[in-house]
């Protein structure tokens, strides 16, 4: 198995877990074209190259009433100007019919934690040829996570990301356990880590989840230290007015030291060669 790569020319991104560290990035949900580009723009101002992140429909929001986006059709044609930008772009998809369409637009198409196990899904997703980004359920042991991307490569495609989000602990809570990272890890597939949906908690506002930001950089510092491909975080230049996942978003001005602490992480720990002890 090999390394991911994402996009094309000076802007593109290597996912591999012996390499450099990857980022994604963007908010949750494009919440207007005008939005999505500067976001798009701010990010790779802010961090360099980057994949960018935002979904056309979040189809789990806790309550009806919530926003999901802007749409398929709308929502591909402002990921595909984000991506004219040079920058390589990812969208969840989450029926198998929106892969072929999703994958004309974009870089990666991700499956979400919730449907990370369901077999039509992935496989229409592999048979596309975009890379895929596998998001760990919240109920899957890391192990089983291979079962995952083998119905992926089933269709010929390895170009498979698998993403770590938290387990449930209980009701309304998460849990990252750092050594599910090395497990994904022995499957030969890049693994990142995502920093700010692991921070979530999940309908503990009632209509909407909670969050806890706080933990969003050191759960992040201690997945980059295990040596990942890369790292994900939802960025909002105001959390607060964010339209999905406000709570659990990483403020855009604190994104530039936050990505560079981890970078200074990353290089020391896969520039670390162990000393053999007779």
Known sequence: MSAVT???????????????????AGPC??????????????????????VFKASFDKANRSSVHSYRGPGLKEGLRILGAARALGIPALTDIHEPAQAQA????????QIPAFLCRQTDLLLEAGRTGRAVNIKKGQFVSPADMGRAAEKVASTGNQRIILTERGSSFGYNNLVVDMRGLRIMAGTGYPVVFDATHSVQLPGAAGTVSGGQPEFIEPLARAATATGIAGVFVEVHERPERALSDGANALRLDRLGEFWRRLGEIDRLVKGFRAVSID
């Open 6 to 24: 994402a996009g094309e020319g000076s802007g593109s991104i290597t996912f591999d877990n012996k390499a450099g560290l990857a980022l994604i």
């Open 29 to 50: 949900v494009i919440e207007s074209e005008q939005h999505a580009l500067a976001m798009a723009r701010a990010i790779r101002e802010i961090a360099g190259a980057f």
């Open 102 to 109: 999703a994958a004309e637009h974009v870089d990666i198409l």
